[in-house]
């Protein structure tokens, strides 16, 4: 599976939208694109996917380039339950298990 | 949707001794499983891969002999971490994927067993 390349952290104030990046230029054509966030002491949480079109669901929104090669996760308003790492990870149709980088420390201010 | 219970959600127990931690999807049949590793501040890193009904592949580097894993039913996976000791000590995950599912979407993991070994 192609790598993604996160920041560290990032921090956003209570009720404002964060604008989560992730690059991936090796991105296949096959490959999809999902995040899960990972609150603390807990599992990773599934948030969203896609493949080349934007995709909107009640957590986030993603937005994803036209060339494939960097994507946005999109918190509308963020709150202080939404801090937490955020993973952004490439599989493919066929791959069997997800490849966990380091991800975003997404911190939330009130 | 998709829930995968895991248990115990901590537990501490002495050096040398076993532990299991089992992880059973409650309203789905999950062919394959996936326990990984968290070590503080540090990523989750797939230990092995479980399929229901034959030998668990483990990724490299991880010891199939100290991490045995059963994955007997459509909805239970164990791991036992036998003969512990305190550098086992660790986030443990799994993680599991719906028989008749869409690959191409996600998986849903378990909460994550909090092993400390003293």
Same mark, same amino acid.
């Not at chain 1, 989560?20 to 090796?26: I, K, Q, R």
């Not at chain 2, 326990?35 to 797939?46: D, E, G, I, T, V």
């Given at each position: 599976?192609?790598?993604?390349?996160?920041?560290?952290?990032?921090?956003?104030?209570?009720?404002?939208?964060?604008?989560?990046?992730?690059?991936?230029?090796?991105?296949?054509?096959?490959?999809?694109?999902?995040?899960?966030?990972?609150?603390?002491?807990?599992?990773?949480?599934?948030?969203?996917?896609?493949?080349?079109?934007?995709?909107?669901?009640?957590?986030?929104?993603?937005?994803?380039?036209?060339?494939?090669?960097?994507?946005?996760?999109?918190?509308?308003?963020?709150?202080?339950?939404?801090?937490?790492?955020?993973?952004?990870?490439?599989?493919?149709?066929?791959?069997?298990?997800?490849?966990?980088?380091?991800?975003?420390?997404?911190?939330?201010?009130? | 949707?998709?829930?995968?219970?895991?248990?115990?959600?901590?537990?501490?127990?002495?050096?040398?001794?076993?532990?299991?931690?089992?992880?059973? !999807? $409650?309203?789905?049949? #999950? +062919?394959?499983?996936?326990?990984?590793?968290?070590?503080?501040? &540090? !990523? $989750?890193?797939?230990? #092995? +891969?479980?399929?229901?009904?034959?030998?668990?592949?483990?990724? &490299?580097?991880?010891?199939?002999?100290?991490?045995?894993?059963?994955?007997?039913?459509?909805?239970?996976?164990?791991?036992?971490?036998?003969?512990?000791?305190?550098?086992?000590?660790?986030?443990?995950?799994?993680?599991?994927?719906?028989?008749?599912?869409?690959?191409?979407?996600?998986?849903?993991?378990?909460?994550?067993?909090?092993?400390?070994?003293?």
């Amino acid at each position: 599976d192609a790598k993604t390349t996160q920041p560290n952290s990032m921090e956003s104030n209570e009720e404002e939208p964060v604008h989560l990046p992730c690059n991936h230029s090796t991105i296949s054509g096959t490959d999809y694109i999902h995040w899960y966030r990972q609150l603390p002491s807990q599992g990773p949480e599934y948030v969203i996917h896609g493949l080349t079109s934007n995709v909107n669901n009640r957590m986030a929104s993603l937005a994803i380039a036209e060339d494939r090669k960097s994507s946005t996760l999109i918190l509308h308003r963020a709150t202080l339950r939404d801090a937490a790492v955020y993973y952004c990870i490439l599989r493919d149709d066929y791959g069997q298990n997800f490849v966990f980088g380091p991800g975003t420390r997404l911190s939330v201010l009130p | 949707g998709a829930v995968v219970s895991q248990h115990p959600s901590w537990v501490i127990c002495k050096s040398g001794t076993s532990v299991k931690i089992e992880c059973r !999807s $409650l309203d789905f049949q #999950a +062919t394959t499983m996936f326990w990984y590793r968290q070590f503080p501040k &540090q !990523s $989750l890193m797939l230990m #092995a +891969t479980s399929n229901e009904g034959s030998k668990a592949t483990y990724e &490299q580097g991880v010891e199939k002999d100290k991490f045995l894993i059963n994955h007997a039913s459509l909805t239970l996976s164990t791991l036992t971490v036998t003969s512990a000791h305190p550098e086992d000590s660790s986030f443990y995950i799994c993680s599991a994927r719906e028989a008749t599912g869409i690959s191409n979407y996600g998986y849903t993991f378990g909460s994550g067993t909090r092993l400390t070994v003293v």
